[in-house]
């Protein structure tokens, strides 16, 4: 089944809808109110994406879990400390599944974010692996940026850091895009998760 595909504006709303509302909530009323917000934004979102596309991304539906998880648990605890350390463990998952996947010789890339291109095979293991050490920085990152900054930084840097972060380093990937092109397209799913692993 052909998934619909949304206007440009609609996907940037659901993706960064929610972290305006979080940064705003914060501001105003504090951490914990903005936590609630942004649980209630973040399904808010993935509810409207499958109303509109009748799709929901597998990476969207495993970010929105994390939240409502560790959420949850910052409101219950009253503690801070779960919210902020929600995307280094997003991000650790992404990366460990991704290299866990290259691993055994499967590129879960095109499943994780919805690839509508196709590559070779050595081009989704490239491009794979990129994406795995990209989210491993990012881990790291959001460690050192919570430990060492204030919880107003933080939230800033989640809310207007992060996605214009993600978005360079996803731009900077086009020349391997290019370069590992293959047509006639036949596939979303590249052939390491058919079984195929000629390169």
């Known amino acids: 089944m052909t998934k619909a595909a949304p206007h440009p504006l609609f996907k940037l709303a659901t993706e960064l809808g929610p972290l305006v509302i979080f940064f705003a909530a914060n ?3 504090g951490l914990f109110v903005a936590t609630g917000a942004f649980m209630v934004a973040i399904v808010a979102a993935i509810a409207a994406s499958y109303v509109v596309t009748r799709h929901v991304p597998l990476m969207a539906l495993v970010t929105a879990g994390i939240v409502l998880v560790f959420g ?3 409101l219950f605890f009253h503690d ?3 919210i902020k350390i929600k995307p280094t463990i997003i991000y650790s998952l992404f990366a460990a599944a991704l290299g866990i996947g290259l691993l055994f010789g499967r590129s879960f890339i095109a499943i994780m974010f919805d690839q509508v291109f196709n590559l070779t095979p050595r081009g989704w293991r490239i491009l794979t692996m990129r994406w795995a050490v990209f989210f491993a920085f990012m ?3 959001n460690e050192v940026v919570w430990r060492t900054q ?3 930084f933080w939230v800033s ?3 207007f850091a992060v996605i214009p972060i993600t978005a360079i380093f996803a731009m900077m990937q086009t020349p ?3 370069r590992y092109h293959r047509d006639p397209a036949t596939s979303d799913v590249p ?3 058919r079984g195929d692993t000629r390169g």
């Open 72 to 74: 949850g648990l910052t």
């Open 157 to 159: 840097f989640k809310a």
């Open 80 to 82: 801070e400390t779960f």
């Open 27 to 29: 501001a105003k009323f």
């Open 191 to 193: 052939d390491t998760e």
């Open 176 to 178: 391997l895009v290019k």
């Open 139 to 141: 881990a790291v990152l």
């Open 150 to 152: 204030s919880t107003d």
